[in-house]
């Protein structure tokens, strides 16, 4: 089991930016980051494998920006320009390298959540 807390999140206006924080006990493969806003389904946001690779939501794209310290065992989350749209809990996952990307069915290990909150 990996235990994961976020930080960073808070409260912005329109075209701020903030930076997500994700600090895991242990190293895992895959980290991404999810969202949930009220009453709708939770979906992801980004992911990044320790080789690299990053996937991004088409909603995010060019805006947020995901990188991993796997030294550190930390994953970040960039977010400029936010949109209300943004406003979510946004939580971080940690799992193997199968099912690395978007899926929430992907990952096996799940932060409590930091709220961002854009008006």
């Known amino acids: 089991h990996v235990q994961l807390v976020e930080s960073g999140g808070g409260s912005v206006q329109t075209g701020g930016s903030l930076r997500l924080s994700c600090a895991a006990s242990?190293?895992?493969?895959?980290m991404g980051w999810f969202r949930q806003a009220p009453g709708k389904e939770r979906e992801g946001v980004a992911a990044?494998?320790?080789?690299?690779?990053?996937t991004y939501a088409n909603s995010v794209w060019g805006r947020f920006t995901i990188s991993k310290d796997n030294a550190k065992n930390t994953l970040y989350l960039q977010m400029n320009s936010l949109k209300p749209e943004d406003t979510a809990m946004y939580y971080c996952?940690?799992?193997?390298?199968?099912?690395?990307?978007?899926?929430?069915?992907?990952?096996?290990?799940w932060g409590q959540g930091t709220q961002v909150t854009v008006s």
């Open positions: 990044a494998g320790t080789d690299g690779q990053t």
């Open positions: 242990r190293a895992s493969y895959c």
């Open positions: 996952a940690a799992g193997p390298r199968l099912g690395c990307g978007l899926l929430p069915w992907g990952y096996n290990n």
